[in-house]
C-alpha cells in the first residue's frame, strides 16, 4: 500500500510505530548531517527526519536530491520531536526514514505553495490544480463540502427530495442571457443552459412530489465581478400547499441550522423588511444591518434656501458616518472624488462636521445656518464627532450612490466585519418594472411570480404598484436567497405574460408546455433558491466566490487554466450547421 498513515494523523502515542507515508515535498531543510523533509497530504504536514548517522546512506543520497513538490513514498518509525511545533496537530512527533521512494518528480512550480504565496490570480487561476494544494483554498473546497451535505441531510430530514432536472432546455426571453448549444440532430435549432430550474420544479409540483430540492448547476451569460461567475450553484427548492409564511419559516430553519452548526451562534425570528423600506432607508435592497448610518432625507429641512444645487433635486438625502468628525479636508476631497467616479456617478457631496463642543462645520455655511445644520443630524442620527455625507439628485440614481458611498465607508472603517452575521428577509418586491427603453414592463423576479392577492386588481388599473407574493434573504448585505410564491392559475399566469408583452401565440410557444400542464390541476406553490456559492464564502467568513470554486473564471468569463471559451474547427462547425459571423 502506498501508505498506512496521513500526514495529519499521526501523534505521539504513535510513538515507535512502523509507517508508511506518502505525499509531497512542502520544504525541506539541509544541514548537511541532518536533513528534515515537511511532508504534506491534503490531511495536513508530518516532518521527516533524514540523520547521517541513523539512516541508510543510500537512503540519505536520495533526500539530498529532493525538490519542493516532489511526489514521495517513505517508510519509517515514530519517533518524538526534540523541539515540538505547536504550531501543527503532528508537531510533537518526526519520521525517521529508513526507505523512500520517489514517485514522482516535480518541475519548479512557477509560484511558492504556501498559505501566504507569492504568486498572483492570474498566475494562481491559470496553475490552479496547484493552488489548491495550499491549504486556505483547500480547506474552503473542503467547508464548501461540509455546507452541501449539511444542506442535503437537513432538508431530506424534512421530507424533501432531490430530483435531478435537465441540463439541455429551452432558451427563453425573459431574465439574463442564456448560454446556447446547437443541436446536431436538428439542424438550426438550439439548446439552452437553464439559468434555473424554474420551469421544471413547477412542472414537479404539478406532478405531486410536494417538497423538492437540488443543489444544481444554473448559467447566465451576463457580465461578472468578484462574487459573480457565467457558471454557478443554487440550492433550489419548491413546496406545494404553501403560503409565503410556510417558505420563510422552512429556509429560515435552514439558514439557523448552519449558523449554529458553522459559527455556533443561535437567532431568534429574523427581521424583516419591505422593499420600499429597504430602499427609502438603505438605498439597496439588500441591505447590510450589522452597521447604522441608516439614510436621513432632508428635502423638507434644506430646500427653500438659495443653495440651488439642492433646490432643483428631486431628493437630498443624507448618512452620518461615525467618528469620522477627524477627517482631514484631503480625506474629505478624496471621497468627494470617490462618489463622482463612473462606477458610482454623484456629482458632488454636501458634508457637515459635528464637532464635541455641539458646533457644526459645513461645505455649505454660507447658505445654512447651525440650526439648520443641526436638523440635519437629528434628521441623519449624526452626535457628536461624526461626519454627515450628503447626495442629492434624481432619487433612483442618488439613493443607488448613497448606498455605494456607506457601503465604503463601512469598508474603510472596518464595520462589515465577517465574524459578525446579520441575516434579514427582504418583502413586498414590486411585481413589474417599466423599461423606458422598451416602454414596457419587465418581470422583476420571473413571469410565474404571483402577485399579492390584495394587489391583484391593480393588474388591470396601476400595474406598477401590484407587490410581488416574494421574499429574499439577505445575509451582511449580500442576496443569499430569494423566491416567491409562484402563479398556479392558467387565467392569471395568462394576464401576467399579456402585461409582458407577450401575445398568447408567443406566449404558448415559449412557455406551452408549463401552460398546458396548468390546465390538469396543479397545487399552489411557491419555493425559494439559495446562492450556494456566495452562502459558502459568507459562511466562510468571505464575499469573493472564486475562492470556494475548485476551478472558476475569471472577470471575462475565461477559464485560463483551460483556455476556454476557444475557436472549433470548421469540421465541427460545418456538422452543426452553424456559420459565423464575427462583429468587430
Not at 292 to 306: I, S, T, V, W
Not at 491 to 500: D, G, I, P, S
Not at 511 to 519: I, P, S
Request: hydrophobic share 40%.
Amino acid at each position: 500500500m502506498y501508505r498506512t498513515h496521513t500526514c495529519g494523523e499521526l501523534r505521539l502515542s504513535h510513538e515507535k510505530q512502523q509507517v508508511t507515508l506518502s505525499g509531497w515535498v512542502q520544504r525541506i531543510r539541509n544541514k548537511g548531517f541532518m536533513i528534515w523533509v515537511d511532508l504534506r497530504d491534503r490531511y495536513g504536514i508530518t516532518q521527516l527526519i533524514f540523520d547521517e548517522e541513523r539512516t541508510d546512506k543510500t537512503v540519505f543520497e536520495q533526500a539530498k536530491t529532493l525538490s519542493r513538490e516532489d511526489v514521495i513514498q517513505i517508510q519509517g518509525t515514530v519517533i518524538k520531536r526534540e523541539a515540538a511545533n505547536a504550531n501543527i496537530p503532528t508537531g510533537e512527533v518526526e519520521i525517521l526514514v529508513t526507505a523512500l521512494t520517489l514517485l514522482n518528480h516535480s518541475e519548479l512550480p512557477p509560484f511558492t505553495i504556501e498559505d501566504n504565496t507569492d504568486g498572483g490570480e492570474d498566475l494562481r487561476m491559470k496553475y490552479r490544480y496547484l493552488d489548491i494544494r495550499r491549504t486556505p483554498v483547500r480547506d474552503n473546497l473542503i467547508f464548501r463540502h461540509k455546507v452541501g451535505i449539511m444542506v442535503r441531510n437537513y432538508l431530506s430530514e424534512q421530507g424533501f427530495i432531490e430530483v435531478e432536472t435537465p441540463v439541455l432546455i429551452k432558451s427563453t426571453p425573459e431574465g439574463a442571457r442564456d448560454f446556447v448549444v446547437p443541436s446536431r440532430m436538428n439542424a438550426g435549432e438550439f439548446y439552452a443552459l437553464p439559468q434555473s430550474p424554474q420551469t421544471f420544479k413547477q412542472l414537479l409540483m404539478v406532478g405531486g412530489l410536494d417538497k423538492y430540492f437540488q443543489i444544481v448547476k444554473c448559467f447566465r451569460d451576463e457580465d461578472l465581478r468578484a462574487d459573480r461567475q457565467p457558471e454557478f450553484t443554487q440550492i433550489d427548492c419548491e413546496m406545494s400547499f404553501v403560503e409565503q409564511e410556510d417558505i420563510i419559516q422552512t429556509f429560515e430553519g435552514l439558514a439557523k441550522h448552519l449558523l449554529k452548526e458553522l459559527k455556533g451562534l443561535e437567532f431568534g425570528a429574523f427581521p424583516r423588511m419591505t422593499y420600499a423600506e429597504a430602499m427609502k432607508t438603505y438605498g439597496n435592497d439588500k441591505p447590510d444591518i450589522r452597521f447604522g448610518m441608516k439614510f436621513g432625507e432632508l428635502n423638507d429641512l434644506a430646500q427653500h434656501r438659495d443653495f440651488k444645487v439642492f433646490n432643483e433635486a428631486e431628493l437630498v438625502v443624507g448618512i452620518a458616518v461615525p467618528g469620522a468628525n477627524s477627517y482631514t479636508r484631503k480625506e474629505i476631497d478624496a471621497l468627494v472624488e470617490w462618489v463622482k467616479r463612473p462606477q458610482v456617478g454623484a456629482s458632488g457631496m454636501v458634508y457637515v462636521k459635528c464637532n464635541e463642543d455641539g458646533s457644526f462645520k459645513s461645505s455649505v455655511d454660507k447658505f445654512y445656518n447651525e440650526d439648520d445644520l443641526k436638523a440635519w443630524a437629528e434628521r441623519t442620527g449624526a452626535k457628536a464627532d461624526d461626519l454627515i455625507c450628503i447626495l442629492s439628485g434624481k432619487a433612483n440614481k442618488v439613493r443607488g450612490q448613497l448606498s455605494a458611498l456607506r457601503m465604503e465607508l463601512a469598508e474603510r472603517l472596518g464595520l462589515r466585519k465577517p465574524d459578525e452575521y446579520a441575516p434579514l428577509w427582504v418583502v413586498d418586491f414590486p411585481l413589474l418594472e417599466w423599461s423606458e427603453e422598451e416602454e414596457r414592463f419587465f418581470a422583476m423576479h420571473h413571469p410565474f411570480t404571483s402577485p399579492k392577492p390584495e394587489d391583484i386588481p391593480l393588474l388591470d388599473s396601476n400595474p406598477g404598484a401590484v407587490r410581488a407574493n416574494a421574499y429574499d434573504l439577505v445575509l451582511n448585505g449580500n442576496e443569499v436567497g430569494g423566491g416567491s410564491i409562484r402563479i398556479f392559475n392558467q387565467e392569471l399566469q395568462a394576464k401576467m405574460f399579456e402585461l409582458l408583452g407577450f401575445t398568447p401565440e408567443q406566449a404558448q410557444a415559449q412557455f406551452g408546455f408549463l401552460m398546458n400542464a396548468f390546465k390538469y390541476g396543479a397545487p399552489p406553490h411557491g419555493g425559494l433558491a439559495f446562492g450556494f456559492d456566495r452562502l459558502v464564502a459568507l459562511l466562510g467568513g468571505q464575499e469573493t466566490i472564486r475562492d470556494f470554486i475548485a476551478f472558476p473564471k475569471n472577470n471575462s468569463g475565461r477559464d485560463v487554466m483551460i483556455d476556454a471559451p476557444s475557436p472549433i474547427d470548421e469540421a465541427q462547425l460545418k456538422e452543426l450547421n452553424i456559420q459565423l459571423t464575427i462583429n468587430n
